[in-house]
């Protein structure tokens, strides 16, 4: 299963919006470049935070594969004994 192309696009012109182009119409005043700095932070973190996400499940940390014997033993010494049939 591969990344698909739509939410990576939808979620980038997004987050490109809110750090790209709110920036631009913020109305002047004596914060708006502090304002400007927010919202282009805001855009590049939320977009950072929900791409490494999205990234981890093309991949998920799985825990090792173990052969049928050592489930077995691990099964018998847990004291949940699976009946062993070849």
Same mark, same amino acid.
């Given at each position: 299963?591969?990344?698909?192309?739509?939410?990576?696009?939808?979620?980038?012109? =997004?987050?490109?919006? +809110?750090?790209?182009?709110? #920036?631009? !119409?913020? *109305? $002047?005043?004596?914060?708006?470049?502090?304002?400007?700095?927010?919202?282009?932070?805001?855009?590049?973190?939320?977009?950072?935070?929900? =791409?490494?996400?999205? +990234?981890?499940?093309?991949? #998920?940390? !799985?825990? *090792? $594969?173990?052969?049928?014997?050592?489930?077995?033993?691990?099964?018998?010494?847990?004291?949940?004994?699976?009946?062993?049939?070849?």
């Amino acid at each position: 299963m591969g990344a698909a192309a739509l939410p990576l696009i939808l979620f980038t012109l =997004f987050w490109g919006g +809110v750090g790209g182009v709110l #920036p631009i !119409i913020v *109305p $002047k005043g004596p914060n708006r470049g502090i304002i400007q700095v927010i919202l282009m932070l805001t855009g590049v973190c939320c977009w950072l935070f929900w =791409f490494c996400c999205y +990234v981890a499940q093309m991949n #998920p940390l !799985i825990g *090792p $594969k173990l052969d049928r014997y050592t489930l077995l033993i691990m099964a018998r010494q847990w004291g949940d004994p699976i009946p062993y049939t070849p």
